[in-house]
């Protein structure tokens, strides 16, 4: 706003100017006139309705200098009407002059009553003596220059000269007064001020020039003059809008510039006054104004040296004050501090030093302060008697900073920062100089401090990351590949078990005391670091990979050792990563190998000590990279379930399923369980996909039994430990149920590691889970470290047999004792059994026989989707179809009796009889070697070998379920007339065999060959299917071959399945089980099938 005004005021008068210039001298009076009349009128109002935000007492000046300038308006209107009636000037005492007194007057009491500072009011007087001198010396310029060399009076003529010389006589007072006005102005308006004083001595000078011409008769509208009337009341309008002062000068500033003035302002009258002295004639008037202007200033002279008395005492004050305030303050520093003059010799020095140095006095030389042997350098000279000194330094002009000195010895060894400078003069002339000794034994021993706990952990008192990484650095150790150093990182197993069970507490005591023998078993040149956590590192320099292997032993077995913490005996293991390094390379690249090594022997097992090879960097690359595919995966729902038939073994009907999850990455194809789920159990995603599962398998649950309400199924669906340390699995649970679930539908299977949790949380879901009827089970038991004491108290409903154990079952199984334990365990604290893996008859009927409750098993079905499942319950797929995706024939028909076949005499053998059943069964196993060589690879060439022999006993066991009845009875009568059964030999050796024969290249071995184990089993073999042969007769050798096709066939595609993981060790086994049906061609003897059918059907 404020350039604005400004603008709008040198507009106006530059238009006025113009307006005046082009009106000429004929209209140049009224124009002017009319002009100023206009513009005095405008500044009058501007000044009295100024912005209302103007402190009252300023705000009363403004409005007097307003009425000034309406009134220097009616000045000019009235000039404006004589020279529009009359064309002249208004005569002498007119009201233009009337007006022309009141406006000056105005700007008088407004200077005067200007609102000055209450801190500044005893310089007012000393401002009105520089106005009167001032006044004085405008008067006498006055009456020197113009109202002596124009004499006159009222008599002829001279009232109008008189009348203009009394304008500049009011003129020269209001520009005293202005100077009263900025000299006592408050803070805050020194601005307005000045516009202030402008404008009077811009008035004034207007006024004189008027004054003169009017009394010199050449007055005729100057354009000069008339422009400076204008000019100052713009002025004053610029100065009411100036605002006020935002840097008041401070009050040291503000007095130098008072007293620059007072100085100056006399010097100019005297100047003045003895020029016109010397240069004019003299009078009584100007004798009497030169005294009056000479006595003023020797008043303002007085003023001020009264002035300057009253500054110098205070200031002489205000230093005695200060000294007494410097040297008080300087006495209570802790620290001392000795002044010395040019010569050394004390000038002050303060308690802190009085107290150290009782002997020191002012005026002794500083060679005094101390004895020889007290302070010592560094560097060993006695700093006291030496040039180099920090005093004697400083006193040559030097500047000494940093100084030590060492005092005492033992517990009162101190330790002294000096620093010392020159004093200096004004012109740089030395003076003296300065100590300052500051004592910073506690601070060294504070930083020493500091730097130790920088360095070392806190809670087992080891180094800490930082101190590794120095102890690298200082080696220069720390790239892979061998070298001078090693780094074993151990991490401690299932730590966070104990924090959750007997709190963080107890977990720092274990911390504590696996630091304690960390750092007993270590040897010179090993140093122990705790990473933070259960992180441990031992840094070998030098060491090699021996000396780093053995170190891990100690290591480990110092740890094996149970740890009694808070009354509790703690087993603790430890897992090691060994990562070897060399002079290059850095901290983060060995930690990382260490640790990629600590983590594979944590996959193999825990509680041992791994070394870090280059293929185990790319394993974990590969796994960071499966982490993040999977995370993908489950945020674009790429996984699937799958659901395996639970059996019950007393009815042989569906039971239930286990809910599976399966997932398909398009460029890793079929990802398998074993190696996702142990990805999303370290990285927490389990959490979500367990919860995902769930949720998925319950809502498929829902439509299964709203499909067949008539036989609800039971659903099983694993938990992951981490999902039972969540409350997130309770609030799940509940809200399935909440929508329909039914609770005895759903069964929540756990580890054996998830029931041996110390974990209160853990503990409280699974009874929380109990209590709302959902049955748990334990999976994979017997593989596990769960006791029995929390089996028995852990509200379980099932138990799950591992399927290792299931699998070596057989009649001389190591396993059978593990499983009848099991069993027996089960059902005295009512648990049922669910056995997994069932893949062959024989595993079947064991654990039906002895008592077992349901099984599960690729014998009954792989796993299927849920079409399937759906497709069996509406009565769209039979028993039989479905069993059919598994891996064998229907095992649920031979749940009505046992395989074994009764006991008969022995029949005769028929020789045509088995000439057809041995003709049979070697074109079926011609036929599928031939076309295994054909259509697959030699190594699923090999697996029909298994197809001959599996065809010889299906041929029994056909023949016996066929036609047993009958033939007890033809047994009987045949047996004794029987004649020999032929002998067909194989190949000799060294002979080709037959083109598509999966025989080896040597030939069959005739029997006199066969291995010692083996004469029996071919003596059995031959018994065996002889008696078969006899029994079946005609009608029973048509059966023995269709049933031989279809259980060879199967046989046969089982085996190819099988050929690309059993291996070589299935290559030797089915070379001697060809070798055992060649060669029962030739000496049918008694067998037990059962053993042979069990053996192949395992393989």
């Not at 002794?364 to 060993?380: K, L, N």
């Not at 599976?660 to 990455?665: A, S």
């Amino acid at each position: 706003m404020r350039p604005a005004i400004y603008g709008l005021l040198l507009a106006a008068v530059a238009s006025y100017l113009t307006v005046v210039w082009l009106a000429g001298p004929p209209a140049r009076g009224v124009v002017a006139s009319a002009g100023l009349t206009l513009g005095h009128g405008a500044c009058g109002l501007a000044l009295v309705l100024g912005h209302r935000r103007t402190p009252p007492g300023l705000r009363r000046v403004w409005r007097m200098c307003g009425a000034s300038a309406l009134l220097s308006a009616g000045i000019f209107g009235c000039w404006t009407y004589y020279a529009v009636r009359y064309d002249e000037l208004p005569p002498v005492l007119s009201l233009a002059d009337v007006f022309f007194v009141g406006s000056v007057v105005l700007l008088l009491f407004a200077a005067l009553l200007w609102p000055g500072n209450a801190t500044r009011r005893r310089e007012r007087r000393r401002y009105l003596v520089d106005g009167a001198v001032l006044a004085g010396s405008l008067l006498l310029l006055a009456w020197s220059l113009v109202i002596r060399p124009n004499p006159g009076g009222p008599g002829d003529g001279s009232w109008q000269t008189a009348v203009a010389l009394l304008y500049p006589a009011l003129d020269v007072l209001a520009v005293a007064a202005g100077v009263y006005a900025l000299g006592a102005a408050a803070s805050g308006t020194q601005k307005a001020a000045r516009f202030l004083l402008c404008a009077v001595i811009v008035l004034a000078v207007g006024d004189a020039n008027y004054a003169l011409q009017v009394s010199t008769g050449t007055w005729n509208y100057d354009l000069t003059t008339m422009t400076l009337w204008l000019l100052a009341f713009c002025l004053l309008v610029a100065g009411r809008f100036a605002g006020p002062s935002t840097t008041p000068l401070p009050v040291r500033v503000a007095d130098l510039r008072a007293s620059r003035t007072s100085v100056i302002a006399p010097v100019v009258p005297v100047f003045v006054a003895i020029l016109l002295a010397v240069a004019t004639p003299s009078d009584v008037v100007t004798i009497v104004l030169v005294a009056a202007v000479l006595v003023l200033v020797l008043v303002r002279y007085t003023l001020l040296g009264l002035a300057d008395r009253s500054v110098v005492e205070g200031l002489q004050s205000d230093v005695l004050a200060d000294s007494a305030f410097l040297a008080v303050t300087l006495q209570h520093l802790a620290d001392p501090i000795l002044a010395c003059d040019a010569n050394g010799r004390v000038r002050f020095f303060n308690a802190a030093l009085a107290q150290q140095r009782p002997e020191l006095r002012v005026g002794a030389h500083m060679s005094s302060v101390g004895s020889v042997d007290e302070i010592f350098r560094g560097d060993g000279l006695t700093p006291w008697q030496q040039e180099e000194l920090p005093m004697t330094r400083a006193l040559r002009g030097d500047t000494v900073i940093d100084e030590v000195a060492v005092i005492g010895c033992g517990a009162n060894r101190r330790t002294f920062h000096l620093s010392a400078r020159p004093i200096l003069g004004a012109a740089d002339e030395l003076l003296g100089a300065v100590l300052l000794k500051h004592d910073i034994t506690a601070e060294r021993a504070t930083k020493g401090d500091l730097l130790r706990r920088a360095l070392t952990d806190e809670l087992t008192g080891l180094g800490n990351r930082a101190q590794l990484r120095q102890d690298l650095h200082t080696t220069g150790a720390g790239s892979l590949g061998g070298g001078s150093c090693a780094l074993l990182l151990l991490d401690l197993d299932d730590f966070k078990r104990v924090n959750d069970s007997l709190g963080h507490r107890h977990g720092d005591l274990l911390l504590f005391e696996i630091a304690t023998r960390i750092r007993a078993v270590l040897r010179p040149g090993e140093r122990a670091i705790r990473l933070g956590g259960d992180e441990f590192v031992v840094f070998l320099e030098p060491a090699d990979a021996a000396e780093a292997t053995a170190t891990a032993k100690r290591l480990l077995l110092a740890l094996e050792a149970p740890v009694r913490v808070a009354g509790t005996e703690l087993t603790i293991s430890a897992s090691l990563g060994i990562a070897m390094g060399h002079t290059q390379g850095d901290l983060d690249s060995l930690l990382g190998a260490a640790d990629v090594a600590m983590y594979m022997a944590k996959k193999r097992g825990k509680g041992m000590a791994v070394t870090f090879e280059p293929y185990m960097q790319q394993a974990a690359q590969d796994r960071l990279s499966l982490d993040s595919d999977l995370r993908r995966a489950v945020r674009n729902n790429q996984l699937h379930l799958v659901y395996q038939p639970i059996v019950s073994l007393k009815t042989g009907a569906l039971a239930g399923v286990e809910a599976l999850v399966r997932w398909h990455d398009d460029a890793r194809g079929d990802v398998s369980p074993v190696d996702f789920i142990p990805v999303a159990e370290d990285s927490g995603l389990i959490l979500a996909l367990g919860e995902w599962v769930l949720r998925s398998a319950a809502a498929q649950l829902q439509r299964w039994n709203e499909q067949a309400p008539g036989m609800p199924l039971v659903l099983s669906v694993n938990v992951s430990t981490r999902q039972l340390e969540r409350p997130g699995l309770l609030a799940v649970v509940d809200d399935l149920l909440a929508h329909g679930l039914d609770p005895a539908c759903l069964v929540l299977e756990i580890t054996e590691t998830a029931l041996s949790l110390d974990d209160s949380v853990a503990a409280q879901t699974l009874q929380s889970l109990s209590d709302r009827r959902i049955a748990l089970a334990v999976d994979d038991f017997g593989t596990g470290y769960s006791s029995l004491t929390r089996l028995r108290d852990a509200p379980l409903s099932r138990l799950k047999i591992d399927r290792s154990f299931v699998s070596e079952i057989s009649h001389a199984g190591s396993h059978v004792p593990i499983i009848d334990a099991t069993l027996t365990m089960a059902y005295g604290l009512g648990l049922s059994v669910t056995a997994e893996g069932i893949e062959t008859a024989e595993q079947l009927h064991y654990l039906r026989g002895v008592g077992c409750d349901y099984a599960q098993g690729y014998l009954f079905a792989r796993p299927l989707s849920a079409q399937s499942i759906s497709d069996l319950l509406r009565g769209h797929v039979s028993w039989s179809g479905l069993i059919g995706e598994g891996r064998h024939a229907d095992p649920l028909l031979e749940l009505t009796g046992p395989l074994d076949p009764p006991a008969v005499a022995d029949p005769a053998p028929s020789s045509q009889s088995w000439e057809d059943a041995r003709a049979a069964a070697v074109a079926l196993a011609e036929a599928v070697a031939a076309t295994a060589a054909d259509e697959v690879t030699a190594e699923a060439a090999r697996t029909a070998r298994i197809a001959v022999d599996v065809a010889s006993v299906a041929a029994f066991r056909a023949s016996v379920k066929a036609d047993q009845v009958a033939a007890l009875a033809a047994a009987a009568v045949t047996l004794s007339a029987a004649p020999a059964a032929p002998s067909i030999p194989g190949p000799e050796a060294g002979d080709d065999p037959p083109a598509g024969l999966p025989f080896p290249s040597k030939g069959i071995p005739l029997r006199g060959e066969l291995p010692a184990r083996h004469v029996d089993e071919v003596t059995a073999t031959q018994q065996a299917v002889v008696r078969a042969a006899s029994v079946a007769a005609a009608a029973a050798a048509a059966k023995i071959a269709v049933r031989v096709a279809a259980v060879a066939t199967a046989a046969a595609t089982a085996a190819l399945e099988a050929a690309a993981v059993i291996g070589e060790q299935l290559a030797q086994d089915a070379t001697q089980a060809a070798a055992v049906v060649a060669a029962s061609t030739a000496s049918p003897e008694d067998t037990d099938l059962q053993s042979q059918d069990r053996r192949w059907r395992q393989r």
